[in-house]
Nanobody, 116 residues
């Protein structure tokens, strides 16, 4: 079993920055993929960014050039640096990890609110 704890959300003005973190803990697991998802009010959850064990990253078109995902394998932690934030970035950000064997785990989510 893997537990995920997210931090770093909050209220920021448009154009500002936030850095989210998601730390994984547990026993006997190896993380393959770490990802961040965004759920805007009244909308479905969507993939924002993902990072693979190799370091390869992928981003949603809406955040390319503004957000950066990174990971610290020693700490089992994934980060999302969010710059040039827009009001449409508002919502709940959740991290997900996929471990060896294919099991998926989700964090509880952290609220990001961008004021115009």
């Amino acid at each position: 079993q893997v537990q995920l704890v997210e931090s770093g959300g909050g209220l920021v003005q448009a154009g500002g920055s936030l850095r989210l973190a998601c730390a994984a803990s547990g026993s006997n697991f190896r993380i393959n993929i770490m990802a961040w998802y965004h759920q805007a009010p009244g909308k479905q959850r969507e993939l924002v960014a993902a990072i693979f064990t190799s370091g390869t990253t992928t981003y949603a078109d809406s955040v390319k050039g503004r957000f950066a995902i990174s990971r610290d394998n020693a700490k089992n932690t994934v980060y999302l640096q969010m710059n040039s934030l827009k009001p449409e970035d508002t919502g709940v950000y959740s991290c997900k990890v996929i471990v060896t064997g294919g099991d998926e785990y989700w964090g509880q989510g952290t609220q990001v609110t961008v004021s115009s």
